[in-house]
Nanobody, 115 residues
Framework: QVQLVESGGGLVQPGGSLRLSCAASGIIFSIYDMGWYRQAPGNQRELVAV???????NYADSVKGRFTISRDNAKKMVYLQMNSLKPEDTAVYYCNSRHLTYAYWGQGTQVTVSS
C-alpha cells in the first residue's frame, strides 16, 4: 500500500525555521515527482514546491528564496526546509507523489507561524 507520512510541523515564531519531512513507501520512489502543497483555512490547496524525478525544482513565488525542497532517493524521503517563516505560511502542508496517472497524498502536517 502506498503511504506518505509527513512530519516536522509545529508552532514557530515569525522569522523562524522548520524542516518538513515526508517518508514514502509502496512506490518506486525514484520515478515519482515529489511535491509539497499547502492549504490554509478558506483557501484552496496550492503548490509550494516540486522536485521532479529528474531533479528539476520549481517554487511558488511566495516561498522562493525562503524554502528549499530536496529529495533523498536512497531513503525515499523528500524534505522542505522553511526559513524566514511568515504568518501567511500558516497552513496544513501536504506531501504529494505523482507519476503518470498515479497521484498520492499524505495526511498533512500543521505549520503555524505565530505573531
Amino acid at each position: 500500500q502506498v503511504q506518505l507520512v509527513e512530519s516536522g510541523g509545529g508552532l514557530v515564531q515569525p522569522g523562524g525555521s522548520l524542516r518538513l519531512s515526508c517518508a514514502a513507501s509502496g512506490i518506486i520512489f525514484s520515478i515519482y515527482d515529489m511535491g509539497w502543497y499547502r492549504q490554509a483555512p478558506g483557501n484552496q490547496r496550492e503548490l509550494v514546491a516540486v522536485i521532479t524525478r529528474g531533479g528539476i525544482i520549481n517554487y511558488a513565488d511566495s516561498v522562493k528564496g525562503r524554502f528549499t525542497i530536496s529529495r533523498d532517493n536512497a531513503k525515499k524521503m523528500v524534505y522542505l526546509q522553511m526559513n524566514s517563516l511568515k504568518p501567511e505560511d500558516t497552513a496544513v502542508y501536504y506531501c504529494n507523489s505523482r507519476h503518470l496517472t498515479y497521484a498520492y497524498w499524505g495526511q498533512g502536517t500543521q505549520v503555524t507561524v505565530s505573531s
